[in-house]
């Protein structure tokens, strides 16, 4: 089988390659590298022995698409790329549905085009704003409070779309919880450009001492501690559910939103203690004020996960945070 990875050489995108590696599967991975650089490509290659094939263009361009498409056999499509800083979203709205929204379009059109009708799309709990109720099942009311969120939503409105049309599509949307950490290897991880936005991120590069200490954006929320809880899911078990998604593809199964998380919440303050633990660090933090447009809490309901899938999160806190500060520590400057 040969997979078409978008955004490859991203987070999410890199650690999934490696899974599909492990499974045998032929990778072919297009990225314009806006937010990735080229090097991942050897440390996916360390890792697993073999490297995928690259193909540095931009998913707006349908016609490197078609090419693509039309000189390999591709199976089916794993969807990673995209812009995600919902700051920025706000700030930029016409690039954020230009580069995901027309970008999504792009390429379903390509895949028609080629009769390539199984795809796997990076989706988010954002899609579920100020949640209806907790924990989130995949039930609850969608209704978004940024461009970011509205980009994921439209697209999976637009590939529900594409399956009533046409029962020989299949899509399962992935709806994301929190994802953090890292391989074990400590060869590929996130490596945020600027100031990280996320938690984890911030927290890794206060104990390498680029940054002088956290902001807890709040401890006046309604949670145990007043600070914001979240369900943080390991990038391995993440990449993992990409290969147990694939299996869903023997059939059509036309559109399946399924959420990946682990079910359970922690608080910044309670991610703070649990880091420090772990890796025998301190991290010094302020309590500043809440940060606009967050929630007090959101984790998930992850039973259907498993239900149709088989997949459940493996890895725990302790392992999220050992993991994060193994990449951190190995490259306190990212990739460079
Ligand atoms: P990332 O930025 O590390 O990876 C995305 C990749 O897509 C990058 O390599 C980038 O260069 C590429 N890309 C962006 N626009 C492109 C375009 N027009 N054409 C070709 N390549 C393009 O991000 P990530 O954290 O790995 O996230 C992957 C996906 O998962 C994104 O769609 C994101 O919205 C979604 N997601 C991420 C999180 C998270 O916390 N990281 C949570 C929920 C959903
Ligand atoms: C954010 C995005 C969400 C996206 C997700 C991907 C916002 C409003 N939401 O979610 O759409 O899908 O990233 O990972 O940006 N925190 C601090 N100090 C910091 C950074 C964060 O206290 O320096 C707190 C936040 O207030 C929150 C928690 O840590 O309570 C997690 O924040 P973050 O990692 O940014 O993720 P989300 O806000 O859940």
């Not at 995928?52 to 263009?57: D, G, K, L, N, S």
């Not at 490197?64 to 969807?79: G, K, P, R, W």
């Not at 400590?186 to 938690?199: C, F, M, R």
């Not at 088989?310 to 725990?316: F, I, P, V």
């Amino acid at each position: 089988m040969a997979i078409l990875v978008t955004g490859g050489t991203g987070y999410i995108g890199s650690h999934t390659v490696v899974e599909l590696h492990q499974q045998g599967l032929e990778v072919i991975i297009v990225d314009n590298l806006s937010n990735s650089k080229t090097v991942v490509l050897d440390k996916i290659e360390t890792i697993s022995g073999k490297r995928p094939i690259f193909i540095e263009a931009d998913i707006r361009d349908s016609q490197a698409l078609d090419d693509i498409f039309s000189e390999y056999n591709i199976d089916a499509v794993i969807h990673f790329a995209g812009l995600k800083a919902v700051g920025e979203s706000v700030a930029q709205p016409l690039r954020y549905y230009d580069n995901n929204v027309v970008g999504s379009l792009r390429l379903l059109e390509s895949m028609a085009k080629a009769k390539v009708h199984n795809i796997i799309f990076s989706s988010s709990a954002t899609v579920y704003g100020s949640p209806e109720r907790l924990p989130i099942d995949e039930d609850c009311a969608l209704r978004t409070t940024n461009p970011y969120g509205t980009n994921k939503l439209q697209i999976e409105q637009m590939m529900g779309d594409l399956c009533t049309s046409d029962q020989n599509w299949s899509v399962v949307a992935l709806r994301y919880f929190n994802p953090v950490g890292a391989h074990s290897s400590g060869l590929i991880g996130e490596d945020p450009s600027g100031i990280p936005n996320n938690l984890m991120p911030f927290i890794t590069q206060v104990a390498s001492g680029l940054r002088e200490q956290l902001s807890v954006f709040g401890n006046d929320y309604d949670t145990p501690d007043g600070s914001g809880i979240r369900d943080y899911i390991h990038v391995v078990d993440l990449a993992i559910g990409h290969v147990k998604a694939l299996a869903m593809f023997k059939q059509s199964i036309g559109f399946n939103a399924i959420n990946l998380g682990t079910g359970n919440g922690y608080s910044v303050l309670e991610m703070v203690e649990s880091f420090e633990r772990v890796n025998q660090l301190k991290i010094p933090y302020q309590i500043s004020p809440r940060r606009p447009g967050d929630i007090a809490s959101c984790y998930a309901q992850p039973d259907k996960a498993y239900a149709v899938m088989g997949w459940q999160a493996e890895k725990g806190l302790d392992q999220m945070m050992k993991d994060a500060w193994h990449w951190q520590s190995k490259n306190p400057k990212g990739y460079q």
